[in-house]
């Protein structure tokens, strides 16, 4: 399994965190706040702005509610299922297929592992699936109050949870037009049990972490990756990013920092910054790979538990996915910067057309494949310059019609053609 290619040798880590251009980028605690106007996490300007963001929203409702610890159900971990056997149904039978549902016994939807190309495993040996974050983290008593409404519908003026989301849910789903949002800052209070309305308010996304089925399998050059076995509507709730939450500034000794992703950042005090790392303990989404064109968005919001220290990470869809579409997020620029230069992490292996930094093993293709390519990007020269051709001739015909109209409405214009009239 690709190790995202962080080791003990680098200097700080490489952290995913939310951006502000929506996308998800790499943030280390010493270098890379000045490396890219991307950092949400790092940089001091962008993530002040952050909280503040948050913080002004939570503070004038504040209470000051007893911190429960993790429970130990929570703290409870399941052994990853090791089972291996021959799946039969794939595309040819001949290779061997692995295949385990990690999510066995933690999650009502399974999360099969196949591996159609060779015996590589996904990480079992380290890999143990968690449904719900593992905190390990200090407690926290800052908190957000739930709304009062009551009847099981809220008004959208007065429930405190709309008022305090920045990222507003139309019929259970996410705007995606909202993605200009600054994802470090967006935040979203879910209605919940403990609210007057009961959760039962159209302030709901999802009930279950995992909404959909999902497949982790085998990709060429990048490890692992997940699918989704369902179709995903545009803007429906797709993901949490689960996984152990601990100090950003703990993460510094931890091996693989590439998997961890910035969940939260205090506005004055870098010391309770806290990232998700989901390489130990975490669910489908630890399996989510990079893509340039991906077709899924960040987001942070809260349930039941409204610990301000402690957001949930989500992901939702920028578009209709179809089954079997891999889900694929942005990492970011910082991300990037961080991982590119490192010796496992060279090139960007996603399938993206415009692809910014293209793994040239992608274009070594067999004879027949170039050959064929060649073909087909001929046939498209041949076809856009047909279609330059037919433009260029409709331009040059409307502007020879309009000298000619503009040629008659002249005063030789006029007797030209009555003379021409005369003479028929
Ligand atoms: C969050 S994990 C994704 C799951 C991972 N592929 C696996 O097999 O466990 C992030 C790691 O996946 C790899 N990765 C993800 N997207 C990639 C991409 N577009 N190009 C190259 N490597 C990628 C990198 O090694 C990165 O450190």
């Not at 990853?80 to 692995?98: E, H, I, T």
């Not at 990756?225 to 993460?251: H, M, N, P, Q, W």
């Not at 992901?315 to 230069?341: S, V």
Request: neutral net charge.
């Amino acid at each position: 399994m690709m190790d995202g290619g962080v080791d003990n040798r680098m200097r700080s880590p490489s952290v995913i965190s939310l951006s502000s251009d929506s996308s998800i980028s790499s943030s280390s605690s010493s270098s890379s706040s000045s490396s890219s106007s991307l950092s949400s996490s790092s940089s001091s300007s962008s993530s002040s702005d952050a909280s503040s963001q948050l913080t002004p929203s939570t503070t004038s409702d504040e209470e000051v509610l007893p911190m429960e610890a993790p429970s130990e159900q929570q703290l409870e971990i399941i052994t990853v299922r090791k089972s291996r056997k021959v799946f039969a149904d794939g595309p040819d039978q001949n290779l061997p297929y692995f295949i385990a549902n990690i999510a066995d016994g933690q999650s009502d939807v399974a999360v099969r592992v196949i591996n159609t190309i060779d015996d590589m495993d996904y990480g079992a040996e380290v890999f143990t699936y968690t449904a719900e974050n593992l905190y390990k983290i200090p407690e926290s008593r800052n908190t957000v109050s739930y709304c009062k409404c009551e009847g099981g519908s809220c008004d959208p003026k007065t429930c405190v949870c709309r008022l305090k989301s920045n990222i507003k849910l139309k019929g259970g789903k996410i705007d995606p037009c909202q993605e200009k949002i600054d994802y470090h800052e967006s935040v979203l209070f879910e209605c919940c049990d403990a609210c007057g309305c009961r959760g039962r308010c159209s302030n709901v996304f999802s009930s279950k972490s995992m909404p959909y089925r999902y497949e982790i399998f085998r990709r060429k050059h990048v490890g692992f990756g997940c699918r989704t076995l369902d179709k995903i509507k545009k803007g429906s709730f797709v993901c949490e990013f689960v996984g152990e939450v601990i100090l950003k500034r703990d993460a510094t000794n931890r091996a693989v920092q590439s998997f961890m992703y910035t969940s939260y950042h205090h506005p004055t005090s870098e010391q309770k910054d806290s990232v998700i790392d989901p390489f130990f303990y975490g669910n489908a989404a630890r399996f989510f790979n990079h893509s340039c064109n991906e077709n899924l968005l960040p987001f942070r919001f809260f349930r039941e538990a409204r610990y301000i220290e402690r957001p949930h990470i989500g992901f939702f869809a920028k578009r209709d996915i179809p089954e079997g579409e891999e889900l694929t997020i942005d990492y970011g620029l910082e991300w990037w910067a961080m991982n590119i230069n490192n010796e496992h992490i060279e090139y960007c292996c996603c399938d993206a057309d415009y692809c910014v930094r293209p793994n040239p093993r992608r274009f070594q293709l067999s004879d027949d494949q170039m050959a064929e390519e060649c073909e087909r990007l001929e046939k498209e020269v041949r076809e856009l310059k047909k279609r330059l051709a037919e433009l260029r001739r409709q331009v040059k015909k409307r502007k020879l019609d309009e000298a000619r109209a503009n040629r008659l409405k002249t005063p030789e214009g006029v007797k030209r053609s009555a003379r021409i009239s005369k003479m028929k």
